[in-house]
């Protein structure tokens, strides 16, 4: 089962700008900036309470956010739905039809293990799992 949403993702080009403008429109400051390498995105994250917003900018012409951007112009670029058992739910979902882009979890921003889910198997969204790592595996 999918349970919350942890988080939204929001593709933009530049962070220094989108950090200024969304902790004017939250109403907080982002608490933390990180770089995923493998990604090739910095991400900042701003907790709103129930789910957290997360902001991507691309690090190279190459990253994924690079070419949405591209494609689509910024903005909405995937929803995060936190699960208990990551392995357990791709499992479920590959199972039910589900195109997975991963076949096995990855290491995403915040601590978290992820996957995604192609948006051309849920109506046009790039839907992420995510599993909070244990305490002994955080960065
Ligand atoms: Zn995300």
Do not use: W
């Amino acid at each position: 089962m999918l349970r919350h949403i942890e988080h939204i993702g929001i593709a933009v080009k530049d962070l220094h700008k989108a950090n200024a403008l969304y902790q004017v429109l939250l109403g907080c400051e982002p608490y933390k900036e990180e770089l995923v390498e493998t990604e090739q995105v910095v991400t900042s994250f701003f907790s709103t309470g129930e789910g957290k917003v997360e902001l991507l900018m691309a690090t190279s012409p190459e990253s994924p956010i690079a070419r949405f951007i591209e494609k689509r112009g910024e903005g909405l670029h995937h929803i995060a739905f936190d699960v208990a058992n990551i392995h357990l739910e791709m499992e479920r979902l590959r199972a039910a039809g589900f195109q997975l882009l991963q076949s096995e979890p990855k290491r995403g921003a915040d601590n978290k293990l992820v996957c995604f889910i192609h948006p051309r198997s849920a109506n046009g969204v790039l839907v992420e799992l995510c599993q909070e790592l244990p305490e002994d595996d955080r960065l």
